[in-house]
T-cell receptor
Framework: GAVVSQHPSRVICKSGTSVKIECRSLDFQATTMFWYRQFPKKSLMLMATSNEGSKATYEQGVEKDKFLINHASLTLSTLTVTSAHPEDSSFYIC???????????FGSGTRLTVV | LAKTTQPISMDSYEGQEVNITCSHNNIATNDYITWYQQFPSQGPRFIIQGYKTKVTNEVASLFIPADRKSSTLSLPRVSLSDTAVYYCLVGGYNNNDMRFGAGTRLTVKP
């Protein structure tokens, strides 16, 4: 089946630094990718939707200058958390839509801790 | 996207059948219903998808009444490892609106 690889699985960074999270579709071309963040015992909150080669569409309340999303190819999307602060600590999850059958596959998530 | 409503939590015991119902009163004609399972610190995992009537795969069944305003995920003979959060999403094949509801936290007890 479709596989989405998300790296890193865990990252600890200092306040003020930037962190990049990668999301790759390994065996299919992802026409659309989604980024979520999830706080403990809460549901997934959609942050943005990105289509290959175009700018991401951010959800209301998500700072596009802070959470930079790049979807440069049909198999790779990246989320960069810029100037991270402790309140950005969360679980970030990506999802990719298979262009062949419109199925959605999720990555394993990235635990970001900002100290 | 059709908003979904699920019970916040459910408890069950090993070996029992568990049915989780999701309400989606304003589902559109071309919307499908998809259920996902999520374990702590993992991404959601696809369980089953359907449009109407009944769908069954190796892990679950999905029952959808004729009016499609609700759906029921049925997990036969649950085990401790089925303890997880279950989400139902409603959307069309061409619908990129992938917003999650609150989900149902299922706890399976020995």
């Amino acid at each position: 089946g479709a596989v989405v690889s998300q790296h890193p699985s865990r990252v600890i960074c200092k306040s003020g630094t930037s962190v990049k999270i990668e999301c790759r579709s390994l065996d299919f071309q992802a026409t659309t990718m989604f980024w979520y963040r999830q706080f403990p015992k809460k549901s997934l909150m959609l942050m943005a939707t990105s289509n290959e080669g175009s700018k991401a569409t951010y959800e209301q309340g998500v700072e596009k200058d802070k959470f930079l999303i790049n979807h440069a190819s049909l198999t790779l999307s990246t989320l960069t958390v810029t100037s991270a602060h402790p309140e950005d600590s969360s679980f970030y999850i990506c999802s990719a839509r298979d262009g062949r059958d419109y199925g959605y596959t999720f990555g394993s998530g990235t635990r970001l801790t900002v100290v | 996207l059709a908003k979904t409503t699920q019970p916040i939590s459910m408890d069950s015991y090993e070996g029992q059948e568990v049915n989780i119902t999701c309400s989606h009163n304003n589902i559109a004609t071309n919307d499908y219903i998809t259920w996902y399972q999520q374990f702590p610190s993992q991404g959601p995992r696809f369980i089953i998808q359907g449009y109407k009537t009944k769908v069954t795969n190796e892990v679950a069944s999905l029952f959808i009444p004729a009016d499609r305003k609700s759906s029921t995920l049925s997990l036969p003979r649950v085990s401790l490892s089925d303890t997880a959060v279950y989400y139902c999403l409603v959307g069309g094949y061409n619908n990129n609106d992938m917003r999650f509801g609150a989900g149902t936290r299922l706890t399976v007890k020995p």
